[in-house]
């Protein structure tokens, strides 16, 4: 059986996404990241990133990784478009140029899109949103994000989702957009990416993973 390793609270709730949305059956292993543990290191410590058990299966000593058979990947965008494409029906490819267009957004995703707003979610997170330091950063940001933005918004003028209906497209750009949310004018002058990323946060599959997210401790 497939499964995923990573909590919640991570990159692991891409791939956790996709299988919510294909109710493709799978174990799940929580492990979390060894930063957020007061002693990653201790006897009692919850299974972690830096544990030599993990350490085998993802040497980065990061969050998520898929083992499905003998098939090892350590990349949450690579195993969402695995996952898609084997057990996602609709959600994956139906041709090789459709493959090829979900590749692109993948890597649209993590190039474009992910850096920039990462620096508004670790900008936020540590409490520095409101500083002046912060907010330069923040509003640096926000502007690196401009292109992509556009980008997307030309895009979704004529289009519901990223392809002709929802894919797994939808499900990274949406997680990789998703951590530049917590400032609120990034969206003002892109309404169709607005309406698109309410649109995928609305899913039942989606607020499914959020509050199981939200369940797991901070
Ligand atoms: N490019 C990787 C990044 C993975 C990553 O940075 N994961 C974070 C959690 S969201 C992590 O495990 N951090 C622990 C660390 O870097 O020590 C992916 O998308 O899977």
């Known amino acids: 059986m497939l499964t995923i390793y990573g909590v919640y609270r991570s990159r692991a709730i891409r791939p956790l996404w996709v299988l919510e949305e294909c109710k493709a059956p799978f174990s799940h292993i929580p492990v979390i990241q060894a930063y957020r543990l007061t002693d990653a290191t201790a006897a009692s410590a919850a ?23 003998a098939l090892l990947l350590t990349e949450s965008l690579a195993i969402c478009l695995h ?38 979610l670790y900008t936020t997170r540590d409490g520095q949103a409101d500083s002046p330091t912060g907010q330069g950063i923040i509003r640096l940001a926000a502007e690196k994000l401009k292109r992509p933005l556009s980008r997307l918004e030309q ?9 002709n209906r929802f894919t797994v497209a939808d499900i990274m750009v949406a997680e990789c957009l998703r951590y530049g949310q917590s400032y609120a004018p990034l969206l003002t002058d892109f309404p169709k990416t607005a309406r698109w990323l309410s649109a995928a946060q609305s899913r039942p599959a989606f607020n499914t993973v959020w509050s199981r997210r939200a369940a797991e401790p901070e």
Do not use: C
């Open 47 to 69: 299974l972690n990133t830096a544990m030599p058990d993990y350490l085998a299966i993802n040497p980065l000593g990061q969050v998520p990784a898929m083992r499905d058979g």
């Open 83 to 120: 996952i898609a494409r084997k057990y996602g029906g609709t959600l994956g490819p139906a041709s090789d140029d459709e493959a090829s267009l979900m590749e692109q957004w993948a890597l649209f995703a993590a190039t474009a899109v992910e850096p920039a707003a990462i620096e508004i």
């Open 155 to 163: 895009h979704l003028a004529h289009h519901d989702w990223l392809m």
